[in-house]
C-alpha cells in the first residue's frame, strides 16, 4: 500500500505540511480497490498525527481518473459494487472529519471519481491546463456519489449540467463556479499550493481544527442549529490558551506568542 501512496513530511519546505501523492501513474491514478484502502489508511495516520495542513496529489500525467472501471467489470455483482462504494465513501469522508484542512493539488484530469476527491477536499488549487468531469453518464452511469459533495460546491445548475451532459470543463470555469479556490499555470502550480498551506499551517491549529469541524456540522443543519452549534464552538475556541494569547496579544498590539 506504501507504494500506492507516498508520504512526504514537511512538503514544499513548511513544517507541518504533508503531501499525500497517490503514485499509480499508468492507470492515471484510478481509485482501485487496493487505492481506495492506501488512501483511507493514510488519511486516518494523518488526521491522528501532528500535521497541521495536508495536500492530496496525484503521481504523473493526472490527478485522478476516478474508479477502476476494469476492476469494476470484473465481478458485477450487487454485493461487490455495495462494498466498494462503501469503502469509497468511507474515505471520502475521512477526508471531510480529519482535524487537518486539506488541499487538492490537480493537474491534467479529475474525472468521475476523481472529480469527487476534488469536491469532498476543503480546498482546491489546480494547474491552468486542468479539466474536470463527471462523465459516467456517457457510460450509462449517472455520477451518484460524486454528486454529493459536487452539489455542495457548485450551484444547483451548474452541477446538475455537469452530471447529465458528462462534458469537462477548465480549471477557470472550475474556478468560477465554486470547484477550486486559485488557478496557477503549470509551473507555477507547486508554488501556489505551498503559499497557501503555509498560509494555514501558520494558524492555531486548535482554532483551524475546530472551525472545519463546525464548518461542515452547521451546512448540513438548519439555521437555528447551526447558530447554536457556531456558538458552542466558539464558546470552546475562546478557552483554548491560544485563543487567549491572540486576544491579549491585540488589545497589546502586539504580534502573538504562540508556541
Not at 501532528?50 to 492530496?56: N, P, Q, S, W
Not at 469536491?119 to 474536470?132: G, I, K
Amino acid at each position: 500500500m506504501s507504494e500506492l501512496v507516498r508520504i512526504e513530511q514537511d512538503a514544499y519546505g513548511v513544517k507541518g505540511v504533508v503531501t499525500l501523492t497517490m503514485n499509480r501513474p499508468e492507470a492515471f491514478n484510478a481509485l482501485s480497490e487496493a487505492m481506495l484502502e492506501a488512501l483511507e489508511h493514510a488519511l486516518r495516520e494523518v488526521a491522528s498525527s501532528e500535521a497541521r495542513v495536508l495536500v492530496l496529489a496525484g503521481e504523473g500525467r493526472a490527478f485522478c481518473a476516478g474508479h477502476d472501471l476494469k476492476e469494476m467489470r470484473a465481478e458485477p455483482s450487487r454485493e461487490y459494487y455495495r462494498a466498494l462504494f462503501a469503502r469509497c465513501t468511507r474515505m471520502m469522508l475521512t477526508i471531510q472529519q480529519m482535524p487537518q484542512p486539506v488541499i487538492a493539488r490537480v493537474h491534467g484530469i479529475a474525472t468521475a471519481a476523481g472529480c469527487q476527491l476534488v469536491a469532498m477536499c476543503d480546498l482546491a488549487v489546480a494547474s491552468s491546463d486542468a479539466r474536470f468531469a463527471v462523465s459516467g453518464v456517457n457510460l450509462g452511469l449517472f455520477c451518484a456519489t460524486p454528486s454529493v459533495p459536487l452539489s455542495r460546491n457548485l450551484s444547483r445548475k451548474a452541477a446538475f449540467e455537469m452530471l447529465v451532459t458528462g462534458d469537462f470543463i477548465d480549471a477557470a470555469t472550475a474556478r468560477e463556479r465554486g470547484l477550486v479556490n486559485r488557478v496557477a499555470p503549470p509551473g507555477d502550480l507547486d508554488d501556489a499550493v505551498r503559499k497557501l498551506a503555509a498560509n494555514i499551517a501558520a494558524k492555531p491549529r486548535e482554532a483551524v481544527a475546530a472551525g472545519k469541524g463546525l464548518f461542515y456540522r452547521q451546512l448540513e443543519s438548519g439555521i437555528e442549529d447551526a447558530y447554536a452549534l457556531a456558538s458552542e464552538t466558539m464558546v470552546c475556541n475562546m478557552m483554548e490558551d491560544v485563543t487567549l494569547e491572540g486576544t491579549q496579544a491585540f488589545i497589546e498590539k502586539r504580534p502573538p506568542r504562540w508556541e
